[in-house]
């Protein structure tokens, strides 16, 4: 069975971190891109971050860009993503998603092949 299990959400001061993980299981992990997405109340989804399958490129959203940094550990089958200066629009269900080929656009596409069921990030100013 395909899981992928975010944790590290939580609630937070302005200003403050979290780290979240993604522990991904039944499925060959290092042949998959990861992306993170969140998604505010009243909002759409939006992508986060990606890493492509090899780890060497990375990709941040604007609104998150030096404060946001995405991680994997093929070993752990894990994909971490680290928050700083976290802000309150921050606020949102964060999942994360594998697909099974790198997607150069990976921030705007959500037909990713399996999706975790998230996890709470809340900053409160």
């Known amino acids: 069975e395909v899981q992928l299990v975010e944790s590290g959400g939580g609630s937070v001061q302005a200003g403050g971190s979290l780290k979240l993980s993604c522990a991904a299981s039944?499925?060959?992990?290092?042949?998959?891109?990861i992306g993170w997405y969140r998604q505010a109340p009243g909002k759409e989804r939006e992508g986060v971050s990606c890493?492509?399958?090899?780890?060497?490129?990375?990709y941040y959203a604007d609104s998150v860009k030096g404060r946001f940094t995405i991680s994997r550990d093929n070993a752990k089958n894990t994909v971490y993503l680290q928050m700083t200066s976290l802000k309150p629009e921050d606020t949102a269900v964060y999942y994360c998603?594998?697909?099974?080929?790198?997607?150069?656009?990976?921030?705007?596409?959500?037909?990713?092949?399996?999706w975790g069921k998230g996890t709470l990030v809340t900053v409160s100013s």
């Open positions: 039944g499925f060959t992990f290092d042949d998959h891109a």
């Open positions: 890493i492509a399958i090899s780890g060497g490129k990375t």
């Open positions: 998603a594998a697909n099974e080929a790198d997607v150069p656009r990976c921030l705007d596409y959500y037909g990713m092949d399996y």
